[in-house]
């Protein structure tokens, strides 16, 4: 599978670690957040508005580079918003706060549709060919130079705080996963060693989760994660910024992978309850 796969590719992975982090370089502090846009991320934005405040300053020149380097289109009759933008901004930011790494270098374009829209996909037929037709897609990054994403499922996921489910989260972390030239749920590590690790934690619960999700038992972390390692990575990213104590809680080897890889702990932010699962 995917993620075993990665240690066997680690040292090449390894090679092209300078292609996107560097060391952390102390800039002028430059202008800083116009006052309604640091109201924005620290009050209305859910995730955000947990951050602990030391992350929040450093989260700032993160959304600014963000916004700079990065385009927007609307698509399907959306008018863009500042709010639009830095929801979006801001949320993919959090990955970063601590990784000393280039703001999601591959990427130049987010399109971002009112709602869930249509795609045209292609199901591969038994016995050789493929099928032709469309499927609904709440949001994708179907190559590395564009993410797709539906605004109205990013604020309905913003009210229901907690749920687990992120779609700027999900879809910035396959960003993250395809740095390296594949997308298999392995992203760029530090070494072969820290491949080894991974492996050793990620496909056991991987497996555990394709079991459960055969059975209709449903955990802390979505079936769809259960999908390929992939969509697992995208998942449980998602699982970990926004519903940390339960993870951490029935999940403590596959949380620590993901802190060490993300280098924060979102379980210490707040004391605010989950809703809890058997997982």
């Known amino acids: 599978m995917g993620i075993e796969l990665a240690v066997r590719d680690g040292g090449a992975k390894v090679s092209m670690l300078g292609r996107f982090f560097r060391k952390r370089v102390v800039e002028p502090p430059g202008e800083p957040l116009p006052a309604s846009w640091r109201d924005l991320i620290g009050h209305e934005i859910p995730l955000c508005a947990r951050l602990p405040v030391a992350s929040k300053s450093a989260l700032e020149p993160l959304v600014k580079r963000f916004l700079a380097e990065k385009s927007f289109e609307g698509c399907g009759g959306l008018e863009l918003t500042e709010t639009i933008k830095l929801t979006i901004a801001a949320?993919?930011?959090?990955?970063?706060?601590?990784?000393?790494?280039?703001?999601?270098?591959?990427?130049?374009?987010?399109?971002?549709?009112?709602?869930?829209?249509?795609?045209?996909?292609?199901?591969?037929?038994?016995?050789?060919?493929?099928?032709?037709?469309?499927?609904?897609?709440?949001?994708?990054?179907?190559?590395?130079?564009?993410?797709?994403?539906?605004?109205?499922?990013?604020?309905?996921?913003?009210?229901?705080?907690?749920?687990?489910?992120?779609?700027?989260?999900?879809?910035?972390?396959?960003?993250?996963?395809?740095?390296?030239?594949?997308?298999?749920?392995?992203?760029?590590?530090?070494?072969?060693?820290?491949?080894?690790?991974?492996?050793?934690?990620?496909?056991?619960?991987?497996?555990?989760?394709?079991?459960?999700?055969?059975?209709?038992?449903?955990?802390?972390?979505?079936?769809?994660?259960?999908?390929?390692?992939?969509?697992?990575?995208?998942?449980?990213?998602?699982?970990?910024?926004?519903?940390?104590?339960?993870?951490?809680?029935?999940?403590p080897a596959l949380y620590r992978q993901l802190a060490t890889f993300y280098r924060q702990d979102p379980a210490t932010w707040s004391a605010t309850p989950e809703p809890d699962h058997v997982a």
Do not use: C
């Open 91 to 251: 949320q993919a930011s959090v990955l970063l706060l601590a990784r000393e790494t280039k703001v999601f270098p591959l990427l130049r374009t987010i399109l971002v549709y009112p709602n869930a829209y249509l795609t045209k996909v292609a199901t591969p037929i038994k016995g050789g060919g493929w099928l032709e037709g469309e499927d609904i897609f709440l949001g994708e990054a179907p190559i590395p130079e564009v993410v797709i994403l539906s605004w109205n499922h990013i604020r309905s996921g913003n009210s229901y705080t907690r749920s687990g489910r992120n779609l700027v989260l999900h879809e910035f972390a396959h960003q993250l996963d395809r740095e390296d030239g594949s997308m298999n749920g392995a992203p760029l590590l530090e070494s072969p060693r820290r491949y080894r690790e991974w492996a050793r934690v990620m496909t056991p619960e991987f497996e555990r989760l394709e079991r459960r999700a055969e059975l209709g038992r449903h955990t802390v972390i979505d079936d769809y994660g259960a999908t390929n390692p992939a969509e697992f990575f995208a998942v449980v990213t998602e699982t970990f910024f926004e519903r940390p104590h339960t993870l951490r809680r029935h999940h």
